[in-house]
């Protein structure tokens, strides 16, 4: 079971490869998992990245060959958006 830190689940997408699946809460939090490790430890997945940030998630995408992946932050002072790019590399993390 994949779960939140905040609150339900808004919105969850697919990488184009399959690799990725990125759970986005309503505001603050959106994880990446490993969908080849979902499964394998009782928290529900033993690579994840969790990214945190301040404001609503307007929305979460990945770039059709899966290598960006992109949060649209709804704030009225501040509506961005962030470009997180795949680390191809051993690290702890999955996009930077």
Known sequence: LLR???????SLRFSADGRFLAMAEP???VHIYDTRT??????GCSKAQEI?????????SFSPDSDAFFIG???LSYG???EYNRVHKR?????Y
């Open 80 to 82: 961005s958006l962030l």
């Open 91 to 95: 690290s702890n993390h999955l996009f």
């Open 27 to 29: 505001a603050d939090f």
């Open 38 to 43: 979902i499964g394998t430890t009782d928290a």
């Open 52 to 60: 945190d940030l301040f404001g609503e998630v307007a929305g979460i």
């Open 4 to 10: 939140g830190r905040l609150g339900a689940v808004r």
């Open 73 to 75: 932050i709804e704030e």
